[in-house]
């Protein structure tokens, strides 16, 4: 068995469910948005909450998924011929091939996918003081990019350097959020690095510090997978496990959500702040991840999963292209659609994407190592 395998089952996994995500947006006209410092919308019914609960594993599970890959992938070219210089520049140029593909394929996407929509946005306001001007937006790939091109220079720390930076990163985000005055104008900078929000200059969901966290404890764990080969993915199960009993005590104790929110029913319990991630959202999240990381282990044989495994050897190409396939769905469905029919155009476009990322795959295994289209 491949070790890789199981993370590219995990990966197509949870790029499934990101696909259902954005499929509630482009063509139900709904979502939501976990945000700190703000008031939640209710979720309409049950099944709205559980189809954005089982999104947010996703997040979580690209940037730790990421961490593992990154670590894999150095020590897998500096047994070669690479020098930890020619490492980093791999890195460099991967994050910002990432941010590239943000401003000119990913912007255009979600353009295509709103901007015709006849239904008022469903998510609330975001914290920050916007007072109008210039303001640079941002999604989930800056995210990716930036910490992709700082963990490609973190990745020669040791592991246990590795979960202290993972530690830090959520000290700080914590800290910083709880001092912080949602109402207030964030310069742009404390936007793109720590604290999701809007005001003159930037609109950042996904800033560095608390991403990073996730990331570096990703690489964290690829160095147990690589000491630990016999034992690894009964460590994650471990690990995951302990996670989400950690979880429920911190709920049940109402902390570690960055603000107050009620747990007197199920859908409560679980409305937790995404943006940053709080502990608790962390510790859920990555929790699950691991525990199906365990799973997908037992399952890398199975050939049921191979459009699942495309899916997570396809991974930058699949979310590019998805964006595209459900904006163009959604323009039949400017009013919005039942949960129903919504469920059904999110399995036609996963039908859709299987053919095209198979093609790709094919394609990009016929380019050398050095390729650009490698990096995709």
């Given at each position: 068995?491949?070790?890789?395998?199981?993370?590219?089952?995990?990966?197509?996994?949870?790029?499934?469910?990101?696909?259902?995500?954005?499929?509630?947006?482009?063509?139900?006209r709904?979502?939501?948005?976990?945000?700190?410092?703000?008031?939640?919308?209710?979720?309409?019914?049950?099944?709205?909450?559980?189809?954005?609960?089982?999104?947010?594993l996703?997040?979580?599970?690209?940037?730790?998924?990421?961490?593992?890959?990154?670590?894999?992938?150095?020590?897998?070219?500096?047994?070669?011929?690479w020098?930890?210089?020619?490492?980093?520049?791999?890195?460099?140029?991967?994050?910002?091939?990432?941010?590239?593909?943000?401003?000119?394929?990913?912007f255009?996407?979600?353009?295509?996918?709103?901007?015709?929509?006849?239904?008022?946005?469903?998510?609330?306001?975001?914290?920050?003081?916007?007072?109008?001007?210039?303001?640079?937006?941002?999604?989930?790939?800056?995210?990716?990019?930036?910490?992709?091109?700082?963990?490609?220079?973190?990745?020669?720390?040791?592991?246990?350097?590795?979960?202290?930076?993972?530690?830090?990163?959520?000290?700080?985000?914590g800290?910083?959020?709880?001092?912080?005055?949602?109402?207030?104008?964030?310069?742009?900078?404390?936007?793109?690095?720590?604290?999701?929000?809007?005001?003159?200059?930037?609109?950042t969901?996904?800033?560095?510090?608390?991403?990073?966290?996730?990331?570096?404890?990703g690489?964290?764990?690829?160095?147990?997978?690589?000491?630990?080969?016999?034992?690894?993915?009964?460590?994650?199960?471990?690990?995951?496990?302990?996670?989400?009993?950690?979880?429920?005590?911190?709920?049940?104790?109402?902390?570690?959500?960055?603000?107050?929110?009620?747990?007197?029913?199920?859908?409560?319990?679980?409305?937790?702040?995404?943006?940053?991630?709080?502990?608790?959202?962390?510790?859920?999240?990555?929790?699950?991840?691991?525990?199906l990381?365990f799973?997908?282990?037992?399952?890398?044989?199975k050939?049921?999963?191979?459009?699942?495994?495309?899916?997570?050897?396809?991974?930058?190409?699949?979310?590019?292209?998805?964006?595209?396939?459900?904006?163009?769905?959604?323009?039949?469905?400017?009013?919005?659609?039942?949960?129903?029919?919504?469920?059904?155009?999110?399995?036609?476009?996963?039908?859709?994407?299987?053919?095209?990322?198979?093609?790709?795959?094919?394609?990009?295994?016929?380019?050398?190592?050095?390729?650009?289209?490698?990096?995709?």
């Amino acid at each position: 068995m491949k070790r890789t395998q199981s993370i590219d089952l995990l990966r197509g996994f949870i790029m499934i469910f990101m696909a259902l995500d954005h499929a509630s947006a482009m063509i139900a006209r709904v979502h939501f948005s976990e945000m700190w410092g703000v008031d939640f919308n209710e979720y309409p019914t049950f099944f709205w909450w559980l189809t954005r609960f089982v999104s947010h594993l996703c997040a979580p599970g690209f940037f730790f998924l990421m961490g593992m890959s990154i670590y894999l992938f150095a020590e897998k070219r500096k047994a070669s011929d690479w020098s930890n210089q020619k490492i980093n520049i791999y890195f460099l140029k991967r994050g910002i091939l990432i941010l590239l593909f943000m401003f000119f394929l990913e912007f255009p996407a979600w353009a295509l996918g709103m901007s015709f929509s006849q239904v008022a946005s469903t998510g609330p306001p975001m914290p920050g003081n916007y007072t109008g001007g210039f303001f640079l937006p941002s999604t989930v790939l800056y995210g990716l990019g930036m910490c992709m091109i700082i963990a490609g220079v973190l990745w020669r720390l040791n592991k246990w350097l590795l979960l202290f930076v993972s530690i830090l990163s959520f000290l700080i985000s914590g800290l910083y959020i709880s001092n912080a005055d949602p109402t207030q104008a964030f310069h742009a900078l404390e936007h793109f690095i720590v604290v999701p929000g809007m005001s003159k200059g930037a609109l950042t969901i996904y800033p560095v510090i608390p991403w990073l966290g996730v990331t570096t404890f990703g690489m964290f764990f690829a160095h147990l997978l690589l000491e630990y080969k016999e034992k690894f993915y009964k460590i994650s199960f471990i690990a995951g496990f302990v996670f989400i009993l950690i979880f429920v005590l911190l709920r049940f104790l109402e902390v570690g959500n960055f603000q107050f929110t009620e747990n007197d029913d199920w859908i409560s319990f679980f409305t937790l702040i995404k943006y940053p991630p709080s502990i608790t959202f962390i510790l859920i999240t990555l929790g699950i991840n691991l525990i199906l990381l365990f799973i997908f282990s037992k399952l890398t044989e199975k050939k049921w999963l191979y459009p699942v495994q495309l899916f997570g050897q396809t991974a930058m190409f699949y979310y590019i292209t998805h964006l595209y396939i459900y904006a163009l769905i959604g323009l039949l469905f400017l009013k919005g659609t039942s949960i129903g029919i919504m469920y059904l155009c999110w399995l036609l476009g996963l039908f859709i994407l299987f053919f095209i990322c198979q093609w790709f795959l094919r394609f990009k295994k016929n380019k050398p190592l050095h390729s650009i289209w490698r990096m995709i």
